[in-house]
C-alpha cells in the first residue's frame, strides 16, 4: 500500500500546475516503472493506450503509446508484443494500461499496472501535462455524407468529391479516409443512438483529430436537393463554420454544387479563396456518374390519338389508303441512354382515299408494334420540364378486315413490317407528356388471307402512329 501511494502522489506531484509538458510526464512515467519494486524481475511489459471515453486507441492514444514505448525502452524495460503474450508468457509479465482524457487545456493520464497472468493490480497513477503534442496544423476528420437518398456506395462516391474540394480550398488538412472506414461511422451511430453531428464528435475524438465535418444531403422537392455542412471542434464542440447550398437540377451535376459548399464553408472561417479565383482541374470537371433509384429507369404510360391503317398499291402505280378511325396505347420503359416501345390501336375501318380498287367500305383494323430506341435528349434523365426525342427500329403486325358493300367483297390482310420509329415529346413539370410518335417503314410482306386481292397488287404496307398524351412516373 505504501508503495502505491508513493507511485500515485509522485506523479501527481508532475501535474500541469508544474508547467509540465508532454514529452516530461511520459519520461516521468517510465522512470518510476523502472524504479518500482512491483517490476523487479520483470520478464516485460504489455502496453496498451485507449481514450478514456470511447476505450478505443485513436490517433492520439497511438502518439502516446510510441511515445511512452520509447520512453520505457530507454529505462531498460523490455516491451512484449501482444501476439507473442497470447502465445505464452510466465507470471513476471505485467502489463501497464494507460488512459488519457482531454480537460481542456489539460490531459490526464491514468497509468495501472497488472501482473498479466493473475490479472493483480500492483500499482495505480495518475499523471497530467499542459498543452498538447505537436501534431502541426489542426486535423479535419470528414465522415461520408448522411443522406437517406443515397445508398452507401453513392454516398462514398459524393463524399470523396467532397473531400477533394475541401483539399482544394488549401484551407482543411484532413485525415485519411482509411482511418474513417476503421472507425465505422454507421456502427458508432446505431450503438450510441447520437445525431450525425454528435457522432462525429465521437468519431473525431476517437480518431484523435481536432475538427470534424458533418455532412448531409437531402431533398427539398423534385429535383431540388439541399447540402449542409459543419465544421465542429471537437475538444469544445462548438460550430465553428457552416455552409449551407441548394442544389437545382440532376445528381450527374452535383459536383459543382459540392465544390460551391467547401468553399463556403472554408469561406466562413475566414481564410478561404474567393470562389471566382478557383480554378477547377480537369479531374474536378469528369461528371460525377451517379445513378439513384428512381431515376435511371422510368416508365411512361400514352394514350394514342391515331389508329392503324393499310396502303395498297396496283402494278399500274394506283394506290388507295384504307383508313381506320380509331385510339390506342403506347408503354415506354426509358432508360439512361435506351428506351423499349410497345404499342396497341384499334379503329374502325369507315373510308377508304380515292383509288381504282375500292368504294364504300367498313370493318376494322389493329395492330400490335414494339421498338427499341436511343434516346437524345432525355438521356441524362428525361427529367420533367424539358424536351425529349428518341429514334430507333421495331416491327409491327397490323391486321385489316372490311367488307365493300358495292361488290358484296370481304378482304382480309395481314401486314408484317419493319419500321423506322420517331418519338418526339415534351415533358412537364407535372410529368404529363405531350408527344408525336411517328414509324416510317423499312420492309414489308403481306398476306391476303382470303385471295381475292388478285395478282394486279404491288405492295402493301402498314400505317400507325399519332398524337400521344402520356405520364411519366
Request: net charge negative; with cysteine; hydrophobic share 35%.
Amino acid at each position: 500500500m505504501k508503495r502505491l501511494l508513493g507511485f500515485i502522489s509522485v506523479l501527481l506531484l508532475s501535474l500541469p500546475a508544474m508547467g509540465q509538458d508532454f514529452d516530461q510526464a511520459i519520461g516521468q512515467i517510465a522512470k518510476l516503472l523502472k524504479e518500482s519494486k512491483s517490476m523487479q524481475g520483470s520478464q516485460g511489459l504489455l502496453l496498451e493506450v485507449v481514450n478514456f471515453h470511447s476505450k478505443k486507441s485513436d490517433r492520439k492514444a497511438l502518439q502516446i503509446s510510441e511515445t511512452l514505448k520509447t520512453a520505457l525502452l530507454g529505462q531498460g524495460v523490455k516491451i512484449i508484443e501482444q501476439e507473442k503474450a497470447l502465445s505464452g508468457v510466465s507470471g513476471k509479465t505485467f502489463s501497464l494500461s494507460v488512459t488519457y482524457e482531454d480537460k481542456g487545456e489539460t490531459t490526464l493520464l491514468r497509468a495501472q499496472l497488472t501482473n498479466f497472468v493473475t490479472g493483480q493490480v500492483l500499482e495505480q497513477a495518475v499523471a497530467g501535462y499542459s498543452g498538447e503534442q505537436k501534431t502541426g496544423e489542426s486535423l479535419v476528420a470528414v465522415p461520408d455524407l448522411e443522406s437517406p437518398l443515397l445508398n452507401k456506395q453513392q454516398a462514398r462516391l459524393l463524399s470523396d468529391v467532397f473531400r477533394t474540394s475541401l483539399r482544394n480550398t488549401k484551407v482543411f488538412n484532413l485525415a485519411s479516409n482509411a482511418e474513417i472506414d476503421r472507425m465505422d461511422p454507421d456502427r458508432i451511430q446505431k450503438e450510441l443512438g447520437c445525431s450525425r453531428d454528435e457522432c462525429a464528435v465521437v468519431i473525431g475524438e476517437q480518431m484523435g483529430v481536432d475538427r470534424v465535418v458533418s455532412s448531409s444531403f437531402g431533398k427539398l422537392s423534385e429535383n431540388t436537393y439541399l447540402l449542409t455542412a459543419k465544421l465542429i471542434d471537437i475538444k469544445s464542440g462548438a460550430i465553428l463554420a457552416s455552409a449551407t447550398m441548394r442544389h437545382k437540377g440532376e445528381l450527374t451535376a452535383i459536383d459543382q454544387p459540392l465544390n460551391q459548399l467547401a468553399l463556403e464553408l472554408a469561406q466562413n472561417m475566414g481564410s478561404a479563396p474567393e470562389p471566382k479565383g478557383y480554378v477547377r482541374t480537369a479531374e474536378e470537371m469528369k461528371p460525377v456518374e451517379l445513378k439513384v433509384m428512381g431515376n435511371d429507369m422510368r416508365i411512361q404510360a400514352y394514350g394514342l390519338l391515331g389508329s392503324p391503317g393499310i396502303a395498297i398499291t396496283e402494278l399500274g402505280g394506283a394506290q388507295t389508303i384504307v383508313w381506320s378511325d380509331g385510339y390506342g396505347g403506347m408503354v415506354r420503359f426509358v432508360g439512361e441512354a435506351w428506351s423499349g416501345t410497345a404499342t396497341s390501336s384499334y379503329g374502325n375501318i369507315n373510308k377508304v382515299s380515292s383509288g381504282t380498287r375500292f368504294t364504300e367500305v367498313n370493318g376494322a383494323a389493329s395492330d400490335m408494334c414494339g421498338s427499341v430506341e436511343y434516346n437524345w435528349y432525355s438521356q441524362v434523365s428525361g427529367k420533367p420540364g424539358q424536351w425529349s426525342w428518341a429514334t430507333g427500329a421495331g416491327t409491327c403486325v397490323t391486321n385489316v378486315s372490311f367488307h365493300e358493300r358495292a361488290t358484296n367483297t370481304d378482304y382480309r390482310v395481314k401486314v408484317r413490317q419493319y419500321n423506322w420509329v420517331l418519338n418526339l415529346e415534351y415533358i412537364f413539370e407535372s410529368r404529363f407528356i405531350l408527344g408525336l410518335w411517328m414509324p416510317a417503314s423499312l420492309g414489308y410482306d403481306y398476306e391476303d388471307q382470303i385471295g381475292n386481292l388478285g395478282d394486279d397488287i404491288d405492295t402493301i404496307y402498314s400505317m400507325t402512329g399519332g398524337f400521344s398524351l402520356g405520364y411519366q412516373f
